[in-house]
Structure formats: C-alpha cells, structure tokens
C-alpha cells in the first residue's frame, strides 16, 4: 500500500505541468452512411496523416468503435479516435455524441425542438458522453428559441465546412455567429466549435465536403478521450477556419491573444481551405473583443492583443482577411470562446 501511495504522489506532479494544443475535428463520414466516400480507416488515416491530433468518425446513428479501425504503417502515438456518432433526429436536429461507450437512439420526436435537443443531449450523458449541437442553420432547423432551454448544452458547430450548411445566414436568417452572440447575449454558456462535416475524401473541390476547413484546438495536459472532451465543455479550446494562435489566456479579467503568423501562413497555404468571401475590408488581421449584442468593444490591426472582461461576458475573434489575385477578399477566422464574469457557469459544476 506504501509503495502505491508515494507512486502516486511522485507522478502526480508530473502530469500536471503543461497543458498541449491538440488539433482536432470532430465530425466526419464514412461509407458506412451510405453518401460518403471512403472507409472508416481511410478517413481516420487521412486525419493521422495531416498533423491532427484527434478525430470522431461521427457517423449517422451508426457507433463505429475506434478500436476497430485499422491505421496503417507507423502511427503516432499522439494520434486519438474519439468515439462519436451524429446522432441524426427528427425535424433535422442533428448532433455529435462524443466521447459515447455505445450507439445512442434517435428517433425522438416532440412538437418543440428544444425537447427534441433536450433528449439527444441527456441520451448522450446516459452514454457517456458530451453533445455538440450540429449546423443549426443546414435547413434552417434550429433556432435561438430552440436552444436557449436545452440544460447541459455547452456546445454547438459555429463553424461546419459542408458547402450546404448556410453557416453565414442569408438576408432573413441570422449567421451562426449572430446565433451565437444571441444565445451569449441571453445567459446561455455556449462554446463554438469548427468542425469539417467531411463526406469527401475523395474528389476535392469547393462543393464536395472535404476535410480540412474546419476544427477546434484544444488544450489540455494528456490526449485522452475524456480531458479533450472535459476542455471543451469547459471552453478551453478555439475554433479556427484557417487562423492559429500561439497565446490564449482567457483569464477571469482580461483575454489575451497572439497570433501564430507562421502557422496561419501554413493553414492558408493549403487548396483545401476555402473562406469566407466578403465584399468590403482591409486585407490583413483584425483581432476583435466581442460583448453583449454582438458589440465589438475593442479591435486592433496587430497581431497581439488584449482586453479586460468587464462585462457578463467577452469572447474574441480573429480575421484574416486575404486579396486574391482576382481581386476577391476571403476571410478565414480563429474564435476563442467567451470568459463569463457573471454566474451562468455555476450550472455547469
Ligand atoms: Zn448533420
Ligand atoms: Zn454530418
């Protein structure tokens, strides 16, 4: 007994001194839902072979145990399959269940789609796991008054790289990002994720849902299905689109950034990414403190930047705004989560 007891307080310490960045997407397809291209393995390969850390092969009301994937040649040992399904329900609210044990049922349905939310996001708990709310605007599904009463949510896809997902609204429905600083806005603890929806992997271009466009950061000390997911419901993590940052505090007074221009550079550099093309705008950075309503509070050019959290919440967002050679101007962003300074958060403890 001894000997265990000081075991374990010799590793303790150990474990505990850094936190990592771990890459990460979680939501893609396989051939198993009928509509995509590639296998379980070929999916998760493409994952381990482009620098990810982590992947869910999130499939349609299908639980695809990781430990029946096969990787090929050397596999890094920083390399997870989470386990995950898109729980895929009635009046097309779809979810990711991460980090399940088993399969977890679907077929709810209810007048209201809150409840419909409401029972994915329990059903998920019962099986171990955490909920992400999916692409609320693939068919206009889900609204604000959709989620706002939905208890123990603590995540939805900001961002979701499948070409029919409407992630920037149109003239009579708000962005995702407007959805998102309404819910804020109205005392919900909400974090975005950035995710790929991949199908495939394949054929590339713009209108196939491709890989690569979207995913989270997340930091946490081991690479371990629970802590990634236990630092995302916690908001310990950034959603990115194409922009990287080397510093992240976001402290319970001020949040802090830097930008990681060399890393962005890389992302950018890369076919698969596609933006966000805009009509007006400086190309370069733009570092924005974002409040109540959608008010920026502060905004700067530079590449390092910070603000105080003065108000029930601050999150911030950084564009890189790029001029093509045809002249067309896209945005690629990174959104760190907000820092709540009133006490919305107790709920979740
Ligand atoms: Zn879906
Ligand atoms: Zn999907």
């Given at each position: 007994m001894k000997i265990t007891f000081l075991a374990i307080i010799i590793t303790l310490p150990c474990l505990g001194e850094t936190s990592h960045w771990y890459k990460g997407n979680t939501h893609a397809h396989t051939t198993l839902c009928g509509h995509?291209?590639?296998?379980p393995s070929v999916v998760a390969q493409w994952y381990h072979d482009h620098g990810y850390h982590f992947a869910i092969l999130s499939e349609h009301n299908k639980f695809i145990d990781p430990k029946t994937v096969k990787l090929k040649g050397?596999?890094?040992?920083d390399f997870l399959l989470l386990p995950g399904e898109?729980?895929?329900?009635?009046?097309?609210v779809h979810s990711t269940a991460m980090n399940v044990n088993r399969l977890v049922p679907w077929h709810f349905d209810h007048e209201h789609r809150s409840k419909i939310i409401q029972k994915h996001v329990d059903e998920t708990i019962k099986a171990g796991g955490a909920t992400i709310l999916n692409h609320?605007?693939?068919?206009?599904?889900?609204q604000a008054k959709d989620m706002?009463?939905?208890?123990?949510?603590?995540?939805?896809?900001?961002?979701?790289?499948?070409?029919?997902?409407?992630?920037?609204?149109?003239h009579r429905h708000p962005s995702t990002e407007q959805l998102w600083d309404d819910l804020l806005t109205q005392g919900m603890t909400i974090y975005g994720v950035s995710s790929d929806?991949?199908?495939?992997?394949?054929q590339w271009n713009p209108g196939k849902s491709n890989p690569g466009r979207g995913w989270v950061m997340v930091r946490t000390k081991e690479l371990t299905s629970d802590t990634i997911t236990e630092a995302m419901t916690r908001g310990d993590f950034y959603a990115s689109s194409g922009v990287m940052l080397k510093k992240v505090v976001r402290g319970p007074k001020r949040i802090e950034i830097e930008v990681d221009e060399e890393a962005t550079d890389k992302e950018l550099a890369s076919p698969i990414l596609i933006g966000h093309k805009v009509k007006k705008g400086k190309p370069g950075y733009l570092v924005e403190f974002i409040g109540p309503k959608?008010?920026?509070?502060e905004s700067s050019v530079e590449t390092k930047a910070s603000c105080p959290v003065n108000l029930p919440y601050l999150r911030c967002k950084v564009t890189r705004r790029i001029k093509q050679k045809d002249g067309d101007l896209i945005e690629y962003y990174a959104w760190v989560q907000p820092v709540f300074?009133?006490?919305?958060?107790k709920d979740s403890e």
């Open positions: 995509a291209d590639s296998t050397e596999i890094r040992e898109e729980v895929t329900g009635r009046k097309t609320p605007n693939f068919g206009w599904a889900v706002l009463p939905v208890k123990k949510l603590y995540l939805f896809e900001l961002y979701n790289g499948h070409p029919s997902v409407r992630n920037f609204g149109d929806d991949a199908h495939h992997f394949g959608g008010k920026v509070i300074t009133d006490d919305r958060t």
